[in-house]
């Protein structure tokens, strides 16, 4: 068929032109794929990165290379990482490779070439638009494709295109074409040889599918893994994890044209970024376009992109230098094995607290060396222990993946207890305290009630020289901000993101101290999702991210910067993973609201880049089995009298040993102001661990240990109790309840102030956790509030509650939260009054008595009641109203 007149073809010096499609007998059985098919969409710029290195991009390299030699058969690793597409069954594999290989003739269809050209009005139509030539509007091509880096971390190593013609497509009846892969030349690119991969028939689908494959990450001579000459993290020295090894890959921003080679301005486009190694040599789009109408001319084309049975493709490439080695990762099987390689570090399945506070800790030298050489290994160590040996040796468990919910708390929480516990566990506590202080507020900590100011300050640095009270200097010292507030006007607690700068050194006092951690809290307040970000190494060096099942490498920006809040100025940020690169910061995003900064002259040593460490590690740790409990000394005898009155001695020694418990259980409730130990074991692959209480700042102790021990047992008996020792406590973490007051045990219990996180705010007493006495309640849902009398959590006794709406105020007697008996009414009656039983005035009119057939009352009332409160007459029956609402006249 002929070309059509006045239409010149491609340029000569352009065109990569092959009339028989390079086939080299070879079927990659899955593909690469992009996640969609129908728009051009661009992978959003990463992060925290400025736009000052789109230019210099680097030198286009466009000229055809040799082919590279193929693989052989059955060694391509190529799989699919689309979600829209799944992996090939064994039987889809053996046939392609019996097309590939045979090329057996398919049923040949003609298609119909569309010559149709457009009309006027449609000419006006495509001259108001926007027209970009696939040739000559390269400029714009590589905008797009070559979207802004926005991080220095991050740099061009690379640029080029490939330019090819498929000259059959269909082929004719008599020589159809049976290509089901079609390959075009080799051009080098950023130091690797690149090519087009192009399914006519579509890979396994109706839509025509492209790819473009790096050639140089298939052949034989390419490493697939590397040396990690310093890891992030140790390795256990004699164990397999020592052999671990990062896997090989780059970078690319990529994306296909495909036009008509007679009219390049009918074209198609998409465009996307890719990270490329080789178990993922080829990354591109499975639903490129339809293959059913592609040949059809389009409304709003100048022809169809088929014409003359003659396709053009092209495509840009440009590789970026990335320090990471995890950017544009399109892993999306999710495998342990997997997310190791990328980084040389275990994944957590989960994003607790409890890693979150935990994982810093385990990456500052230090205290592994502390922990590694503890002598008599107790519960706290012991757990320790066994987080280290599956970070040392990069192994998983059978647990690995499972989640358990946990009551709310933050990492500042757990850091509090690893330190409370070490230091009472530890025959030399004040190494503890010098390694990580011991986190209370009374004891110069800046957490809870002594955190940080920073709502109104610019930096950390300034926050600290703002600071009231003077800081202990640990070793390694952790700072908490200042990130959730009450707003009683809106009756609801409010996050907040306001933009904190986090120095990379900081002054207190004569010391100085380097950055070395900050975790981040996603999500809204009552989220218990925490992530932790922590740089191993000095300044210049990666920072790891441990989110949930994945750790990746990241730069300072991706890490620090985008997580430092929302500038009021600008109002906007890049944030992630979990804001989806949004140009303004929700208030739920993730935010930093704890940082950890190394002391100056333990930097050095903190950051030494060990490969290997040493360590005996117990059996019962490399097994993975719980700490072991100490087992119940059976009580002897030695007469028959000794051994009838055996049951009673046994029940006498298990209260005594309980009563103990109760007693060193009272001791940390004194040390810590009513915090009680963590559920143990201490573990990832549980999720969550589910605590019995969160830690509190104490002040105001004044009981008697023996007494606390006997009250708190007495507690656990189904009788009222005396209580006569109290303390006061002020619970202040970030998503949790605020509680400042009296408690005994772990309940509230006395004079109290609480704000739950619903908005609901309580002052009066308490009694074993629950409202009880005379106290007043704001609700945050309805404004409403109630003075007065408590029982078990409810209004019961005499009371008052004013409506926020009408301003009415009824004032009188209430049992077990509802009105009830006499009381006074102040007020205008509204509507919604004319609605209210006239016997309860809580809720709405409902039941119609019978035989009479008045309706004043709702269904619990009417229930009780025996004669009408109208006309008196008896009650026979009662018909309950649906659907309509019932007012009084």
């Known amino acids: 068929m002929a070309a059509p007149p006045n239409l010149p073809p491609l340029p000569s010096d352009l065109l990569l032109s092959v009339t028989h499609p390079f086939s080299d007998g070879q079927f990659f059985s899955t593909m690469n794929t992009h996640t969609g098919d129908d728009t051009s969409a661009f992978l959003p710029p990463p992060p925290g990165m400025p736009s000052a290195l789109q230019a210099n991009a680097g030198t286009e390299l466009a000229v055809p290379a040799p082919p590279?030699?193929?693989?052989?058969?059955?060694?391509?690793?190529?799989?699919?990482?689309?979600?829209?597409?799944?992996?090939?069954?064994?039987?889809?594999?053996?046939?392609?490779?019996?097309?590939?290989?045979?090329?057996?003739?398919?049923?040949?269809?003609?298609?119909?070439?569309?010559?149709?050209?457009?009309?006027?009005?449609?000419?006006?139509?495509?001259?108001?638009?926007?027209?970009?030539?696939?040739?000559?509007?390269?400029?714009?091509?590589?905008?797009?494709?070559?979207?802004?880096?926005?991080?220095?971390?991050?740099?061009?190593?690379?640029?080029?295109?490939?330019?090819?013609?498929?000259?059959?497509?269909?082929g004719t009846k008599e020589e159809p074409n049976n290509e089901y892969i079609m390959r075009s030349p080799v051009v080098h690119v950023g130091g690797y040889d690149w090519r087009i991969k192009f399914f006519p028939r579509g890979n396994n689908t109706d839509h025509l599918s492209v790819y473009l494959e790096c050639v140089t990450m298939q052949t034989p001579e390419f490493e697939e893994y590397e040396e990690l000459e310093r890891p992030p993290f140790p390795y256990l020295k004699g164990s397999d994890g020592a052999k671990i090894r990062k896997r090989r890959s780059i970078a690319a921003q990529v994306s296909v044209a495909m036009f008509n080679p007679y009219e390049p301005r009918s074209c198609e486009f998409k465009s996307d970024a890719h990270r490329f190694s080789k178990q993922s040599a080829d990354y591109g789009w499975r639903y490129f376009t339809h293959r059913e109408d592609f040949h059809l001319r389009r409304h709003g084309q100048r022809q169809a992109i088929l014409r003359?049975?003659?396709?053009?493709?092209?495509?840009?490439?440009?590789?970026?230098?990335?320090?990471?080695?995890?950017?544009?990762?399109?892993?999306?099987?999710?495998?342990?094995?997997?997310?190791?390689?990328?980084?040389?570090?275990?994944?957590?399945?989960?994003?607790?607290?409890?890693?979150?506070?935990?994982?810093?800790?385990?990456?500052?030298?230090?205290f592994r060396n502390f922990l590694l050489q503890y002598k008599d290994v107790t519960r706290m160590a012991y757990e320790l222990q066994r987080f280290l040996y599956k970070m040392f040796t990069r192994t998983s468990s059978q647990s690995y993946g499972r989640r358990t919910e946990s009551e709310q708390a933050d990492a500042i929480t757990w850091l509090r207890k690893v330190s409370r516990m070490l230091r009472e566990e530890s025959a030399d506590p004040a190494a503890v305290t010098e390694m990580i202080g011991n986190l209370d507020a009374e004891s110069g900590a800046a957490v809870r009630s002594n955190r940080l100011a920073t709502k109104d300050c610019r930096s950390i640095q300034e926050a600290v020289n703002k600071h009231p009270t003077p800081l202990k200097k640990p070793m390694l010292l952790t700072l908490e901000l200042h990130r959730q507030e009450f707003d009683r006007k809106e009756r609801k607690w409010n996050k907040l993101t306001n933009k904190v700068e986090v120095d990379d050194v900081i002054q207190?006092?004569?010391?100085?101290?380097?950055?070395?951690?900050?975790?981040?809290?996603?999500?809204?307040?009552?989220?218990?999702?925490?992530?932790?970000?922590?740089?191993?190494?000095?300044?210049?060096?990666?920072?790891?991210?441990?989110?949930?099942?994945?750790?990746?490498?990241?730069?300072?920006?991706?890490?620090?910067?985008?997580?430092?809040?929302?500038?009021?100025?600008?109002?906007?940020?890049?944030?992630?993973?979990?804001?989806?690169?949004?140009?303004?910061?929700?208030?739920?995003?993730?935010?930093?609201?704890?940082?950890?900064?190394?002391?100056?002259?333990?930097?050095?040593?903190?950051?030494?880049?060990?490969?290997?460490?040493?360590?005996?590690?117990?059996?019962?740790?490399?097994?993975?089995?719980?700490?072991?409990?100490?087992?119940?000394?059976?009580p002897t005898c030695t007469s028959e009298r000794e051994e009838s009155d055996l049951p009673l001695r046994a029940e006498q020694e298990r209260f005594e040993r309980e009563l103990q418990a109760r007693a060193a259980h009272a001791a940390e409730l004194l040390a810590e102001a009513g915090a009680a130990t963590p559920e143990w074991p201490l573990t990832d692959e549980e999720g969550d661990v589910v605590m019995s209480d969160v830690d509190d700042d104490a002040s105001q102790h004044s009981i008697n240990l023996e007494n606390l021990a006997a009250s708190t047992y007495l507690a656990k008996i189904p009788t009222t109790p005396s209580y006569t020792h109290k303390w006061h406590v002020t619970f202040d973490c970030l998503g949790r309840d605020y509680?400042?007051?009296?408690?005994?045990?772990?309940?509230?219990?006395?004079?109290?102030?609480?704000?739950?996180?619903?908005?609901?705010?309580?002052?009066?007493?308490?009694?074993?956790?629950?409202?009880?006495?005379?106290?007043?309640?704001?609700?945050?849902?309805?404004s409403n509030i109630y003075e007065g009398e408590w029982h078990d959590g409810q209004h019961h006794g005499h009371g008052m509650l004013t409506e926020a709406a009408n301003g009415n105020v009824f004032e009188g007697g209430w049992e077990n939260g509802k009105k009830h008996g006499q009381f006074v009414l102040k007020g205008s009656v509204t509507e919604e009054d004319k609605s209210c039983c006239t016997i309860c005035y809580a809720n709405e009119i409902t039941t119609a008595f019978y035989d009479c057939g008045h309706v004043v009352a709702c269904k619990d009332c009417a229930a009780r009641m025996d004669n009408c409160p109208i006309c008196r007459r008896r009650v026979v029956g009662r018909l309950q109203i649906y659907g309509v609402k019932m007012t009084l006249e």
Not at 112 to 126: F, R
Not at 594 to 621: F, G, Q
């Open 68 to 170: 590279a030699p193929e693989p052989p058969r059955g060694e391509s690793r190529s799989r699919s990482r689309s979600r829209s597409a799944s992996e090939h069954s064994a039987s889809d594999r053996e046939d392609s490779e019996g097309e590939d290989n045979e090329q057996p003739r398919r049923r040949w269809r003609q298609l119909v070439e569309d010559e149709s050209t457009p009309c006027e009005d449609e000419l006006a139509y495509i001259a108001s638009k926007e027209e970009h030539d696939a040739l000559k509007d390269r400029a714009w091509f590589e905008e797009q494709t070559y979207f802004p880096l926005y991080d220095s971390a991050f740099k061009a190593a690379g640029s080029g295109r490939i330019i090819w013609q498929i000259d059959r497509f269909n």
């Open 739 to 782: 509680y400042s007051g009296q408690m005994l045990g772990s309940d509230y219990h006395g004079e109290g102030h609480l704000i739950a996180m619903n908005g609901d705010e309580y002052t009066g007493s308490f009694s074993r956790g629950k409202q009880q006495g005379v106290g007043r309640m704001v609700y945050a849902s309805t």
């Open 508 to 634: 207190v006092g004569e010391t100085w101290y380097n950055l070395y951690a900050i975790t981040t809290h996603c999500g809204d307040l009552q989220s218990n999702k925490h992530s932790v970000y922590v740089r191993p190494g000095r300044f210049g060096t990666n920072w790891y991210a441990y989110e949930d099942c994945k750790v990746t490498a990241v730069t300072r920006k991706q890490a620090v910067v985008a997580h430092q809040g929302v500038d009021k100025d600008a109002d906007q940020r890049h944030d992630s993973p979990f804001a989806g690169f949004h140009d303004r910061a929700l208030a739920d995003d993730e935010v930093i609201y704890a940082v950890m900064y190394i002391r100056n002259d333990m930097a050095s040593v903190a950051c030494a880049p060990y490969k290997e460490e040493a360590w005996d590690v117990p059996e019962a740790i490399e097994q993975h089995k719980d700490f072991p409990e100490p087992h119940e000394k059976q």
């Open 308 to 366: 003359d049975d003659q396709l053009a493709f092209c495509a840009y490439i440009r590789v970026v230098d990335d320090p990471t080695g995890c950017m544009w990762e399109h892993d999306d099987d999710g495998s342990y094995e997997s997310v190791v390689l990328a980084t040389g570090l275990r994944p957590f399945a989960c994003q607790s607290p409890l890693l979150a506070g935990v994982i810093p800790l385990l990456h500052f030298a230090p």
